[in-house]
């Protein structure tokens, strides 16, 4: 985005020379003249000769802008070892179900799984477990939300950039420029390019790491708790992403047309109700 800022001179250590109120301060305008998301395909946007981009290249240019952004970077690291700590607390969280019901519910408990204490004390210690990780957690959760923010950062730097861009046009091109379409890009683009764009891929991690936690739980629990490995889960865990990877791209072109139709509508709304007021 293009920066603009003023610099004031200050008296203090000011030696043989006298500084000028009216002359001690002077603004200054960094013009950035890079293109979104990012200068790769600068020589397409020049010449306007945007049919032939492949809409994955953008995206991906795009979630490499945002990785380039220390403070966002910063966050989203934060953001991703939290899911991963969510992800193998659901993984204890199956071996301690498993425990439950084949140790302390047992009536003929492996001695060799009771860790020299009776089936009470273990339903003890298992509750006080389940409880400290619970509100590990829950303050997990609160402080990704509170003070690791990435949609809220995310969404307002591609704000503020776009105000800051549309206020270094002349006033040729501001006149130029369709009201509502801006007026969309702010309030509508911005955020849904930030949660379909950025988020989903924060989701899509959350779930690959959900799904090798249950992979793992197929291959371990087995072992630790002396059951015989089942087939089935694991078949069913390779099958069902695949089936739903086909059912994605089979249904992507009538979503992609979907939303090029509401994209339109927005924008016509937006200049009706611009024009009225």
């Given at each position: 985005?293009?920066?603009?800022f003023?610099?004031?001179?200050?008296?203090?250590?000011?030696?043989?020379?006298?500084l000028?109120?009216?002359?001690?301060?002077?603004?200054?305008?960094?013009?950035d003249?890079d293109?979104?998301?990012?200068?790769?395909?600068?020589?397409?946007?020049?010449s306007?000769?945007?049919?032939?981009?492949?809409p994955?290249?953008?995206?991906?240019?795009?979630?490499?802008?945002?990785?380039?952004?220390?403070?966002?970077?910063?966050?989203?690291?934060?953001?991703?070892?939290?899911?991963?700590?969510?992800?193998?607390?659901?993984f204890a969280?199956?071996?301690?179900?498993?425990?439950?019901?084949?140790?302390?519910?047992?009536?003929?408990?492996p001695?060799?799984l009771?860790?020299?204490?009776?089936?009470?004390?273990?339903?003890m210690?298992?509750?006080?477990?389940?409880?400290?990780?619970?509100?590990?957690?829950?303050?997990?959760?609160?402080w990704?939300?509170?003070?690791?923010?990435?949609?809220?950062?995310?969404?307002?730097?591609?704000?503020?950039?776009?105000?800051?861009?549309?206020?270094?046009?002349?006033?040729?091109?501001?006149h130029?420029?369709?009201?509502?379409?801006?007026?969309n890009?702010?309030?509508?683009?911005?955020?849904?390019?930030?949660?379909?764009?950025?988020?989903?891929?924060?989701?899509?991690?959350?779930?690959?790491?959900?799904?090798?936690?249950?992979?793992?739980?197929?291959?371990?629990?087995?072992?630790?708790?002396?059951?015989?490995?089942?087939?089935?889960?694991?078949?069913?865990?390779?099958?069902?992403?695949?089936?739903?990877?086909?059912?994605?791209?089979?249904?992507?072109?009538?979503?992609k047309r979907?939303?090029?139709e509401v994209?339109?509508?927005?924008?016509?709304?937006?200049?009706?109700v611009?024009?009225?007021f």
């Open positions: 985005p293009d920066l603009d003023k610099v004031h001179l200050l008296p203090e250590g000011l030696v043989g020379a006298r000028d109120k009216h002359m001690s301060m002077t603004r200054i305008k960094i013009i003249d293109f979104f998301p990012t200068n790769t395909y600068r020589e397409c946007f020049d306007g000769d945007i049919e032939g981009l492949v994955i290249n953008l995206y991906k240019e795009y979630l490499w802008s945002c990785v380039q952004n220390p403070a966002l970077r910063k966050n989203l690291m934060k953001f991703l070892i939290a899911q991963q700590v969510s992800n193998f607390c659901s969280k199956m071996l301690a179900n498993t425990f439950l019901l084949d140790v302390i519910l047992s009536l003929n408990p001695e060799n009771k860790f020299g204490m009776d089936q009470h004390q273990l339903l210690c298992l509750v006080l477990i389940s409880m400290l990780v619970f509100a590990g957690l829950h303050l997990l959760n609160y990704k939300l509170t003070h690791w923010g990435v949609a809220g950062f995310a969404t307002r730097k591609l704000q503020v950039a776009l105000v800051r861009k549309f206020l270094s046009y002349n006033e040729v091109s501001r130029a420029m369709e009201t509502g379409r801006l007026m890009s702010l309030t509508v683009n911005c955020p849904a390019i930030v949660e379909h764009g950025l988020m989903s891929v924060l989701e899509l991690s959350q779930a690959l790491g959900l799904f090798m936690t249950i992979l793992l739980y197929n291959v371990v629990g087995p072992i630790l708790f002396h059951r015989p490995c089942r087939l089935m889960p694991l078949l069913s865990l390779t099958v069902l992403p695949l089936i739903l990877a086909v059912a994605f791209l089979l249904r992507f072109p009538l979503t979907h939303l090029t994209y339109g509508a927005q924008v016509v709304v937006m200049e009706q611009t024009e009225a």
